[in-house]
Nanobody
Framework: QVQLVESGGGLVQAGGSLRLSCAAS????????MGWFRQAPGKEREFVSR????????YYADSVKGRFTISRDNAKRTVYLQMNSLKPEDTAIYYC???????????????????WGQGTQVTVSS
């Protein structure tokens, strides 16, 4: 069973940048797509981005497209989320998760993923 640990969150002013990391231990990492989701207070968890097991086919929610970049380093068993031009509405707890299905591009729904991390808080002040 893979364990995921997110890091890199924090408090940043609007327009700033953060880079989130998600480190995997145990289980299998390189043959699974990875995803990032977020949950703001009082709201449901929403899809942010995902990347295929090969590191290709990145996909983004419309709300972050052009501002966020997902990447992965299979040798380091880590997936990243570079977040630029942050907005107050990006404030949320950010979670990474591993796809249920091997050798796939991943999905866009929570049910497509398992092995969630504990999350990292991102707060963007106006």
């Amino acid at each position: 069973q893979v364990q995921l640990v997110e890091s890199g969150g924090g408090l940043v002013q609007a327009g700033g940048s953060l880079r989130l990391s998600c480190a995997a231990s145990g289980g299998t990492f390189s043959s699974y797509a990875m995803g990032w989701f977020r949950q703001a207070p009082g709201k449901e968890r929403e899809f942010v981005s995902r990347i295929s097991w090969t590191g290709g086919s990145p996909y983004y929610a419309d709300s972050v497209k052009g501002r966020f970049t997902i990447s992965r380093d299979n040798a380091k068993r880590t997936v990243y989320l570079q977040m630029n031009s942050l907005k107050p509405e990006d404030t949320a707890i950010y979670y990474c998760a591993r796809s249920r299905t091997r050798f796939s591009d991943g999905g866009r729904y929570s049910a497509d993923f398992i092995s969630w991390g504990q999350g990292t808080q991102v707060t963007v002040s106006s």
